[in-house]
């Protein structure tokens, strides 16, 4: 992997599975399959089987995803930010922490994804929506992984099919986020399929 301008940044890519759709799962994330064994080692003797994988949701591509953190780390410059990218099922494909930042910023910006995708719409839309319609502050406040900050957005194929989407957050105001989102967004929309 070449090294971007704005420097090494720490990378993690995840490419999960899961369901078509996101769902609100209370306190936990989407995709979230609790603790195997309890969360305590691995049991003396043959384990069960595995269950069956479920089938793999629709994506960008990660060398797309990383391809506009790095543009996004870029339009940002002077700000600490962390994207999260989600594919269409909102399981993490790729959490990109610039160097400085908090790593909480990468749960910030999953949270800003999954509610564009939950909503199907930039989060900058959502939060005034907040103010005029209850349904929306209400799935908003049964959802603690649903934020109304701008820096949520969708991300779409050329026949605007959706893949999955991308949060920004670190920097203020959070339409900084966005504007910064959509510069990333933007150096990959036309390779989206």
Do not use: W
């Not at 936990?28 to 089938?55: A, S």
């Not at 940002?76 to 959490?95: E, M, Q, R």
């Not at 701008?150 to 957050?169: P, Q, R, T, W, Y």
């Not at 105001?173 to 150096?187: M, N, Q, T, Y």
Request: aromatic share 6%; with cysteine; net charge positive.
């Amino acid at each position: 992997m070449k090294r971007s301008i704005v420097g090494t940044a720490c990378l993690v890519a995840v490419m999960t599975a899961g369901a078509q759709a996101p769902q609100a799962v209370g306190p936990g994330f989407p995709g979230d399959h609790g603790r195997p064994f309890g969360g305590m080692p691995l049991p003396d003797g043959p384990l069960p089987p595995r269950p069956p994988e479920p089938p793999v949701a629709k994506s960008p591509p990660i060398a797309l995803a990383v391809e506009a953190a790095q543009a996004i780390v870029a339009a940002c410059k002077g700000y600490h930010v962390a994207i999260s990218v989600i594919d269409a099922a909102a399981t993490p494909k790729l959490y990109y922490v610039a160097d400085g930042t908090p790593g909480g910023h990468a749960y910030t910006g999953f949270r800003k994804a999954y509610t564009a995708l939950s909503f199907r719409m930039p989060t900058s839309q959502v939060g005034p929506l907040t103010k005029t319609d209850p349904d929306v502050v209400a799935k908003i406040k049964a959802d603690p992984n649903l934020l109304s900050f701008a820096g949520g957005m969708l991300l779409k194929s050329a026949s605007g099919e959706i893949l999955g989407a991308i949060g920004v957050s670190g920097a203020e105001p959070s339409a900084k986020d966005e504007e910064c989102g959509l510069v990333g967004i933007g150096r990959i929309q036309g390779r989206l399929q």
